[in-house]
């Protein structure tokens, strides 16, 4: 029977990373997601692992870099303006292909913002963030339990494909505590077997070097096509989403993370007042599950995209949706707390056609 307890989504967050195999941590401080590192700096220790607090966030993705490129399951994480300052790095691991897990809990932004929770950072995680063609496989928790379970699944992933991985959380679900179950069984890394491809030196084979580049001509476009490949098998077998009460929806919620929870409330009170309402949430942020909303646009032709950001998550719903259904945006930037009692309004005013001021750009 898997254990249950009491814990706050950042610490849970770290556990589910250990019991995943992760041996290694390197980060640095920042509100609010400063109890991951907290948590692995005296948790690492007793499972064998190291721990280290870095000098800035830079270092931290550079030591990520080397730690992955031996194979070692590693972990580094931050809140907003510190994932922007990794992202030449992650850049660097995306064009290694070395697999790795970044945590990503949102704060209010652009630059310093706030340390309230937010979403802001959707376009940085599904689109690479950093220069050059790569791609990151992304999952977004709405809750403790799955902040829990996600790093298992990212690294089997970061693993199959040779890809980072990150968990997209915001600053509500890091600081939020619920009980937690964990779903998977914790990994022997004693067990775990050396990748072929990590640093070292292998018989018949020489040396086994890692990097992210290749000066000969048109090398680099091999690479980069040879990895596009990867990238369409992921988006072939790696999707994830929840649907709630869709089957007789005249109006979908696409929504994830603090938002999707909020949206749950909100379908509940608008079906209250008659309003058939239901929740599309895509637990893949990258890949985002687009094939599954075209399929759903063919029958629910109203669509709103509920979020924490000033309109990120929508330009994918309308992407998908490609212009076969009716595409609306309930946004609350600036880390601003979205109330299912506003976004039921909402889901009102364009049931009853007067949601003009709810269309998103056509």
Same mark, same amino acid.
């Given at each position: 029977?898997?254990?249950?307890?009491?814990?706050?989504?950042?610490?849970?967050?770290?556990?589910?990373?250990?019991?995943?195999?992760?041996?290694?941590?390197?980060?640095?401080?920042?509100?609010?997601?400063?109890?991951?590192?907290?948590?692995?700096?005296?948790?690492?220790?007793?499972?064998?692992?190291?721990?280290?607090?870095?000098?800035?966030?830079?270092?931290?993705?550079?030591?990520?870099?080397?730690?992955?490129?031996?194979?070692?399951?590693?972990?580094?994480?931050?809140?907003?303006?510190?994932?922007?300052?990794?992202?030449?790095?992650?850049?660097?691991?995306?064009?290694?292909?070395?697999?790795?897990?970044?945590?990503?809990?949102?704060?209010?932004?652009?630059?310093?913002?706030?340390?309230?929770?937010?979403?802001?950072?959707?376009?940085?995680?599904?689109?690479?963030?950093?220069?050059?063609?790569?791609?990151?496989?992304?999952?977004?928790?709405?809750?403790?339990?799955?902040?829990?379970?996600?790093?298992?699944?990212?690294?089997?992933?970061?693993?199959?494909?040779?890809?980072?991985?990150?968990?997209?959380?915001?600053?509500?679900?890091?600081?939020?505590?619920?009980?937690?179950?964990?779903?998977?069984?914790?990994?022997?890394?004693?067990?775990?077997?050396?990748?072929?491809?990590?640093?070292?030196?292998?018989?018949?084979?020489?040396?086994?070097?890692?990097?992210?580049?290749?000066?000969?001509?048109?090398?680099?476009?091999?690479?980069?096509?040879?990895?596009?490949?990867?990238?369409?098998?992921?988006?072939?077998?790696?999707?994830?989403?929840?649907?709630?009460?869709?089957?007789?929806?005249?109006?979908?919620?696409?929504?994830?993370?603090?938002?999707?929870?909020?949206?749950?409330?909100?379908?509940?009170?608008?079906?209250?007042?008659?309003?058939?309402?239901?929740?599309?949430?895509? @637990? %893949?942020?990258?890949?985002?599950? *687009?094939?599954?909303?075209?399929?759903?646009? !063919?029958?629910? #032709?109203?669509?709103? /995209? =509920?979020?924490?950001?000033?309109?990120?998550?929508?330009?994918?719903?309308?992407?998908?949706?490609?212009?076969?259904?009716?595409?609306?945006?309930?946004?609350?930037?600036?880390?601003?707390? @979205? %109330?299912?009692?506003?976004?039921? *309004?909402?889901?009102?005013?364009?049931?009853? !056609?007067?949601? #003009?001021?709810?269309? /998103? =750009?056509?």
């Amino acid at each position: 029977m898997a254990d249950k307890k009491l814990m706050k989504g950042n610490e849970a967050l770290a556990e589910g990373a250990l019991r995943a195999g992760c041996r290694f941590f390197a980060g640095y401080p920042i509100t609010p997601q400063n109890e991951v590192p907290e948590y692995m700096s005296w948790r690492l220790p007793q499972v064998g692992g190291a721990f280290v607090q870095a000098e800035s966030e830079v270092s931290a993705i550079n030591m990520i870099y080397g730690a992955a490129a031996t194979g070692v399951r590693c972990m580094t994480s931050s809140s907003s303006p510190g994932i922007s300052l990794k992202q030449e790095g992650i850049s660097y691991c995306a064009g290694a292909d070395l697999p790795l897990l970044i945590g990503n809990v949102m704060r209010g932004g652009p630059g310093l913002g706030n340390i309230a929770g937010a979403q802001g950072d959707y376009w940085q995680a599904t689109r690479g963030g950093g220069h050059g063609d790569y791609r990151v496989f992304v999952m977004a928790p709405n809750g403790v339990n799955e902040m829990a379970n996600f790093p298992n699944k990212c690294f089997e992933v970061a693993y199959k494909y040779r890809i980072p991985s990150m968990i997209l959380a915001d600053g509500i679900i890091g600081q939020m505590m619920e009980p937690v179950e964990f779903n998977t069984p914790e990994v022997d890394t004693k067990s775990l077997k050396e990748p072929d491809w990590a640093l070292g030196i292998s018989k018949g084979r020489g040396k086994r070097i890692v990097k992210s580049y290749d000066l000969r001509e048109g090398y680099l476009e091999k690479m980069v096509l040879a990895r596009v490949e990867r990238y369409k098998q992921i988006e072939q077998n790696e999707v994830l989403y929840e649907e709630r009460q869709l089957e007789d929806a005249d109006i979908a919620i696409v929504a994830y993370g603090t938002s999707a929870r909020v949206a749950s409330a909100a379908i509940k009170i608008a079906r209250e007042k008659g309003v058939r309402a239901g929740l599309f949430r895509p @637990i %893949t942020l990258w890949p985002f599950p *687009k094939v599954r909303l075209a399929e759903l646009s !063919k029958r629910v #032709k109203k669509f709103v /995209a =509920v979020e924490m950001s000033l309109g990120q998550l929508v330009e994918d719903v309308q992407l998908s949706i490609n212009g076969k259904a009716e595409v609306y945006l309930h946004a609350k930037p600036g880390a601003s707390v @979205i %109330t299912a009692e506003e976004v039921a *309004k909402t889901l009102e005013k364009i049931a009853k !056609k007067e949601a #003009k001021e709810y269309a /998103a =750009v056509k």
